[in-house]
């Protein structure tokens, strides 16, 4: 009997662990979720980054099993640096370091 209480009592603190993911900072999350968006456009000749005023990463919230991550970036040649041509894309890291 006492076994199987140890053995719940694991399981209910490594799916606790798993849904709120301590690991998953706030710091890792903005660098991932760059790296993959990078990743993305690295063999594009006129592709999208964050190379543009006041692009990157706007919000980073914490959700169960990770991250949620918005990104500010432009893509192509802009008429002017200005936020009306800039899009956003919100990106999941996951409690694997994992980008959706």
């Not at 140890?6 to 890792?28: C, H, M, N, R």
């Not at 970036?73 to 919100?90: I, T």
């Amino acid at each position: 009997m006492k076994k199987i209480i140890f053995i719940v009592a694991g399981l209910i603190l490594i799916v606790s662990g798993l849904l709120f993911s301590p690991w998953v900072t706030e710091g890792f999350a903005k660098q991932r979720a760059i790296n993959a968006y990078n990743d993305q456009w690295k063999n594009v000749q006129d592709g999208c980054g964050f190379n543009c005023k006041d692009c990157g990463v706007k919000t980073s919230e914490k959700t169960l099993l990770g991250r949620k991550v918005v990104i500010e970036y432009a893509c192509g040649l802009l008429p002017s640096d200005s936020p009306e041509y800039h899009k956003k894309k919100e990106l999941f890291v996951s409690f694997l370091g994992t980008v959706h």
